[in-house]
């Protein structure tokens, strides 16, 4: 007999979305997807609970981070999903790996399960809190285990005067890392008297980094430059900075909350110059070298 009306329109799924029902997949790291409602599209890099909820991490191509709620509303490859959390098994073996081949900030193999040392004898020094922030952020861990402490100088036109303080000397060395280390500066000459201050010139080392700032030597590709802005003189370097960058500049508080924004570009040691980074892995190896018999 001849179905006159044809098939029922109402049998089958008949509610289901263009793109089709959404499927449960596990966030497993290197996941690429993206958020159905802001159009973020990044790789999954740590899934954690945070506040009663998980929360899932995306890193996207240009290496910024943000955070979304795991569950449903993301697409792969155009296909909605529900983003659950990474198998048990699979999160076991991820955390084998990561400890088996972690790396610290500065690169070097992270020492699991150790304390850090008491204190040694030997110190580095930098000029200012924005450097030994820098510092502590991806050599922190290297030093603590070393039992290195990094102290402020507040600028080096007493430099002299900070090393017969600190009295270097055998098993107790000094390191010292100078801004705008470049012949012909007031710093070229104040690193040069103090290079021979005797009896303690062969247990100091002063090294030095060719930028204005400690910030110049965060990559500029971090902040979205090709390169840094050159400021004109008479500007405080800083404060053009920050305007270049479009972010408050007026007041030191404006300053301070700047370089808070810049450090946090900062991830590992390769989103640093290379002229900071030998110059710091020196000062680290010069001052944990073993003292002579």
Known sequence: MTDRYGRDVLAGDWRAPARGRSRPVPAETGLVVE???????GAVVRVEKAGGQH???LEDRHGRLKGFQLGAGFLVDGRPVVL??????????????????????????AVQGVKAKVASGSRIFVEGRHDAELVEKVWGHDLRVEGVVVEMLDGVDDLESAIRDFSPGPGRRMGVLVDHLVPGTK???VV?????????????????????????????????WQQWPVIPRGTSWKHGILRELGWPHATQAD??????????????YADLEPSLLARVEELIDFVTAPAAP
Request: hydrophobic share 45%.
């Open 255 to 268: 300053v301070a909350h700047g370089w808070k924004r810049i450090l946090g570009t900062v991830r590992t």
């Open 84 to 109: 659950t959390p990474p198998e048990a098994a699979q999160q076991a073996r991820l955390a084998a790996a990561r400890a088996a081949t972690a790396r610290t900030a500065s690169g070097s193999r």
């Open 35 to 41: 958020d159905a409602t802001t159009g973020w599209v």
């Open 192 to 224: 040069a008297r103090a290079a021979t201050l005797q009896p303690y010139a062969a247990h100091v080392l002063v090294v030095g980094h060719p930028y204005v700032d400690v910030w110049q030597s965060v990559r500029p590709e971090r902040l979205g």
């Open 187 to 189: 710093e070229s000459a």
């Open 55 to 57: 929360v899932v991490h």
